[in-house]
């Protein structure tokens, strides 16, 4: 099976990233801005804090599914590009993206003070694509598809407090291509693949008696270790590589804090991402490259030093009526990206998120619902060794729609 080589912007595409990252994994995710840690109280707890699952009714089994589409609008550059000492005119717009998102969230009835619960998730990834001469050299497409499986275990210590374990298994598959043809550079390279990688992740919950509820998670930090193969072209000749590279997906740390006030309910949740750990990305090939063109191009370290990262959540669930739950979200999302190191397969900024939403409880067993999120990324100046512009645009606008099943 061929091993995808993922690139800086695929780092960024997989869980809990501050870049792009699709923490929004159920209606009340997407419309409360993913501020559903502390508060959460169905199936999606599975995802957001398992700990939380151990408070739920023991002999009711909760199910959600859903569906999110992704709405990527164009990101536009206008600048120069710095070509091997040369400034050159380099104005673009990248491609409108559109995709939809499946998910899946299960709790299982308690057993005793256990209980586990499974969580099925697409929990990033990105389609980027370019057409113009030279973003196409650096990142003509990017395009990556993961799907996460959660098993987790929660153990209820008393009526207050519980904790959970679970694991993080995620399964990726994507494809680069770079094409310099097009800018006078007659070299080309073209990688497809997959891989499969695994984490954990822990989660603790506190519900005090004056409906304060207090929440912790962490998921762990992944190394991804891909290998596979990389063909290279200089002109119309080409060559396959054995090829490797290893990435590190970010730790993630989450606190949040929610109190009831008779129908409302407000949580604020802090999220601190550990991108500090992605320092370089550094392909091996072999045999060793003969080319001194296809290395400068492909086998250059690329320093990345990333910052650990904030994001700021603050969900408001309103309970209108036995039937009617209305839910709205804000979040303030820093890019780990400094300005030295952005490039066109990333060109990340910091974000507000604004969301809103609504459960309908149809009956006893059945609830429905939806939840849309406008994800504004601000425009952003770039100086560096090969950017000279200005980035704009972008962004995302989600929209999710989904049934809860109580049995």
């Known amino acids: 099976m061929k091993k995808l080589l993922f690139l800086s912007v695929i780092t960024s595409s997989l869980i809990n990233a501050s870049a792009y990252k699709l923490p929004e994994q159920s209606i009340a995710g997407t419309a409360l801005s993913a501020a559903n840690i502390a508060n959460c109280s169905g199936a999606d707890c599975a995802y957001y804090n398992s700990a939380n699952i151990s408070f739920l009714d023991d002999n009711q089994e909760y199910l959600e599914s859903g569906l999110t589409f992704v709405h990527l609008p164009r990101v536009s550059y206008d ?25 899946l969230h299960y709790v299982s009835k308690a057993y005793g003070s256990l209980r586990y619960a499974l969580s099925i998730t697409v929990p990033g990834g990105l389609t980027k694509r370019w057409d113009s001469p030279i973003q196409k050299l650096y990142a003509q497409e990017f395009s990556l598809k993961t799907v996460q499986l959660n098993p987790s275990l929660s153990y209820k210590i008393n009526d207050n407090f519980s904790f959970s374990i679970g694991s993080d298994i995620v399964y990726s598959e994507g494809k680069v291509y770079s094409d310099g043809n097009d800018a006078n550079l007659a070299v080309k390279r073209e990688m497809e693949g997959d891989s499969i990688d695994y984490g954990y992740n822990l989660a603790l919950s506190w519900h005090l008696d004056n409906g304060i509820k207090l929440a912790t998670t ?23 590589y054995d090829a490797s590279v290893d990435i590190y997906l970010p ?5 949040a804090v929610s109190k009831d006030f008779n129908n409302l309910t407000v949580e604020l949740v802090y999220e601190r991402t550990f991108w500090s750990s992605y320092k370089k990305l550094d392909f091996d090939y072999e045999p060793d490259i003969s080319s001194t063109l296809l290395s400068t191009v492909y086998d250059t370290p690329i320093d990345k030093k990333w910052e650990d990262s904030n994001t700021f959540r603050l969900g408001l669930t309103y309970k209108y009526n036995n039937q009617l739950t209305l839910m709205a979200g804000y979040s303030y999302d820093e890019t780990p990206i400094k300005e030295k190191y952005v490039s066109y397969e990333l060109p990340d900024s910091d974000a507000h998120i604004f969301s809103t939403g609504f459960k309908y409880k149809q009956n006893s067993n059945l609830t429905w619902g939806a939840g849309v999120l406008y994800d504004y990324k601000k425009s952003r100046v770039v100086h560096n060794d090969t950017i000279d512009g200005k980035f704009s645009d972008g962004g995302a606008l989600l929209i999710t729609a989904g049934l809860e099943y109580k049995f």
């Open 79 to 103: 600048g120069l590009n710095n070509l091997f000492g040369n400034w050159v005119e380099a104005s673009a717009k990248t491609k409108v993206e559109n995709v939809a998102i499946p998910y």
């Open 218 to 240: 962490y998921r762990s930090k992944i190394k991804l270790t891909e290998e596979g193969k990389a063909n290279l072209y200089i002109g119309d000749v080409g060559k396959k």
């Open 251 to 255: 730790a993630t740390f989450t606190f």
